[in-house]
């Protein structure tokens, strides 16, 4: 039988009515609306705006550009659906062919955080948190008393028994195979350059001078630290990075001119195919990346793995930043996961030693590694044990694994899920002090203050606090909640978040006190002392002011968790009253984009008279609001102000943060 073509019927949907389209007359939606995947309107009543006048063309422009983001989304849903199982797929059968090139592990030397450290039992497709039946998390921190590993540092070797490098006097070299493999990853033809033309490298040139500060207004690395020219050494090596760059840095320029120049539908057209076909190109080039990787291994190549882990942490942070386009919500989920199985699998198979229970990870074997063969001359070390000035990946390893951990906390609040690398948190983002091959070590392994601007110790306890949200949704719905033991492990984490906040203010009332007695004027030996590796880096008052906000935002999410959605509770209003009066002393308006989940939890539980100081702190942002994720927050605030009084106890912060129709990362 033939199929016969589709008649124009007076019957069919007002969307195909309106599109001049033939319709099926399927219900509840026709099959040309449910294969664009846009909007399906039956009625018996003709709707307003099909008058055959100004609403009509406003209403068909409307659904025209619809069609034209959904089909964007099609493409892209094509390209993830590659790079999704190939990420799952992904093989650590070569990890110990290269095991004669580095030094044998024989264990490691780990964090002093409580309950903390990988999981042995962890597998890329699952999250290293668990709980028992009992309620207890059944994960097992490392031995104390296990030994260390050893590993070639870069230009030296790691001290037996510990995971620091030895003082530069007892340096060797690298083993020949880790040295040639390093020299040729260093060697790679800058693969993006030749490609650019000028309008690319005007894009390039405005992600590297306004876009990256934009996003990351505290990553300032010291001279020594060689500053940021490892993210211009990447973008040229790395075709997945550079055309996310490029995609970012249109969307940024659209937003930021167009209140400054009237832009015709022409130009808006422009920038939007520029950035979609940009953005296709950043798919295209990943889903090679990764069936690559897939056949070769990740245990065959550190380098090139660990540029693909940043690949897609990259997306991650496009998918967040550009909250308008339609695959936002659906696509930075299966970006995280990516990146999450990414990173297990390099620390699996470069970074750690021993088999089940004896599993240990070693993080400076990941970045030894990655310096081996390095043509950066070795000056010495950092307070946290790694040697400077860092070569390109050295220093892109860390910036993306400290975001992917900072990103990982903040989503699992949405997801209502323990963070997937909660048990790294032991060996990456805790204080080490102590001397080590001769080196006085004092700090974490990774800063998360010098590129979010946030304290590691605030968001390490914002990590217990969702991951005691997700053990409490897991034993009520196995039916075994025990409350005593929810308000136990409340109590223990909200005494440390109100020491820590006591702390803060009293850093903050110092650095207040110190400003109003200096003078404001810079002096040559102290913009050069900035720079000395040796000494810390003199973070201002706004990593203090925003540490702050992110504290007592934390203590309202640990209140919603043990009491139940209650706005006027007593210990709840004054953790909101306290943010409050932190947001309307912020530094500056920008400030206000460091800190957006801390805004959207306090505003969500905003008395209806404080709706409109939430709404002037998104309006004094301008047109950049609508870059980055301050306007997706207030969306969610309006959402939740809508149903105020219709809410009950049982309802829970991740909620809010899905009102929008689908978990918001706000970061």
Not at 211 to 226: A, E, N, Q, T
Not at 653 to 659: I, N, P, T, V
Request: aromatic share 8%; hydrophobic share 40%.
């Amino acid at each position: 039988m033939t199929n016969k073509p589709l008649a124009r019927s007076s019957d069919g949907c007002w969307t195909c009515r309106l599109r001049r389209k033939k319709c099926d007359e399927g219900r509840p939606r026709c099959a040309v609306c449910a294969a664009l995947e846009i909007s399906c309107l039956y009625s018996d009543e003709k709707p307003e705006w099909m008058d055959g006048g100004e609403r009509q063309a406003k209403k068909a422009d409307e659904v025209k550009a619809e069609v034209k983001k959904k089909g964007a989304w099609r493409r892209e849903r094509k390209y993830l659906t590659g790079i999704e199982p190939g990420i799952e797929e992904l093989s650590m059968a070569d990890a110990h062919q290269d095991e004669a090139s580095r030094a044998a592990p024989t264990g490691t030397g780990t964090g002093t955080g409580a309950h903390k450290g990988p999981s042995s039992a962890s597998s890329s497709g699952d999250s290293p948190q668990n709980s028992t039946s009992d309620g207890t998390s059944n994960n097992t921190p490392p031995s104390s008393t296990s030994e260390p590993a050893a590993y070639p540092a870069a230009g030296g070797m790691y001290i037996q028994g510990q995971h620091f490098p030895a003082p530069a006097a007892t340096h060797e070299a690298p083993s020949a195979a880790a040295a040639a493999a390093a020299a040729a990853a260093a060697s790679v033809t800058l693969v993006g350059y030749n490609n650019l033309n000028e309008h690319d490298l005007l894009h390039l040139t405005n992600y590297l001078d306004y876009v990256f500060p934009f996003l990351f207004p505290f990553y300032r690395p010291p001279l020594l630290h060689s500053g940021r020219a490892w993210l211009l050494i990447l973008l040229m090596r790395k075709r997945t990075l550079l055309h996310s760059a490029l995609s970012l840095s249109t969307y940024f320029f659209a937003v930021a001119t167009e209140t400054l120049i009237p832009c015709h539908e022409s130009c808006r057209e422009h920038n939007r195919s520029g950035l979609e076909k940009q953005h296709e190109l950043t798919l295209k080039e990943l889903q090679n990346d990764v069936a690559v990787v897939n056949q070769k291994g990740v245990g065959s190549d550190l380098v090139e793995s660990a540029r693909i882990m940043e690949s897609i942490v990259q997306l991650v942070v496009f998918e967040v930043a550009v909250t308008r386009r339609v695959t936002s919500a659906e696509s930075w989920m299966v970006h995280l996961d990516g990146a999450f199985v990414m990173f297990e699998q390099i620390m699996e198979a470069h970074g750690s030693s021993g088999e089940g229970d004896t599993r240990r990870y070693c993080w400076h074997a990941i970045t030894a590694q990655l310096g081996a063969g390095s043509q950066m001359p070795t000056l010495g070390f950092t307070p946290s044990g790694d040697p400077f000035p860092s070569n390109s990946d050295q220093a892109a390893m860390r910036f993306f694994t400290t975001l992917l951990l900072f990103a990982d906390v903040v989503s699992a609040t949405a997801l209502e899920t323990s963070p997937r690398l909660f048990n790294f948190h032991g060996i990456l983002l805790d204080s080490i002090s102590g001397n080590f091959g001769g080196f006085e070590i004092n700090g974490p392994q990774l800063d998360l203050e010098s590129v979010v601007g946030v304290k590691n110790d605030v968001i390490t306890l914002l990590a217990q606090v969702a991951d005691l949200h997700a053990w409490k949704k897991e034993m009520a719905k196995a039916g075994s909640l025990s409350v005593v033991q929810l308000v136990t492990r409340a109590s223990q984490i909200e005494t440390l978040i109100r020491g820590l906040i006591a702390c803060l203010e009293q850093e903050r009332e110092n650095n207040c006190h110190n400003n109003n007695n200096s003078q404001h004027t810079m002096e040559p030996i102290n913009f050069i002392s900035q720079y000395n590796v040796g000494l810390p880096i003199v973070k201002g008052s706004s990593t203090e002011w925003t540490s702050l906000v992110w504290a007592h935002a934390t203590l309202t999410y640990l209140s919603t968790v043990v009491s139940g959605w209650q706005p006027s509770c007593p210990e709840l209003r004054a953790s909101v009253a306290a943010t409050i009066a932190l947001l309307a002393a912020a530094p500056a308006p920008a400030c206000v984009r460091s800190v957006v989940w801390p805004f959207c939890v306090t505003g969500c539980l905003a008395l209806p008279e404080e709706e409109g100081f939430f709404r002037s702190i998104v309006e004094a942002l301008g047109p950049l609001s609508s870059f980055g994720t301050i306007a997706a927050a207030l969306r969610v605030m309006e959402g939740v102000w809508a149903r105020r009084g219709q809410l009950g106890p049982e309802w829970t912060m991740a909620e809010g943060l899905r009102s929008v129709g689908t978990a918001v990362m706000l970061f």
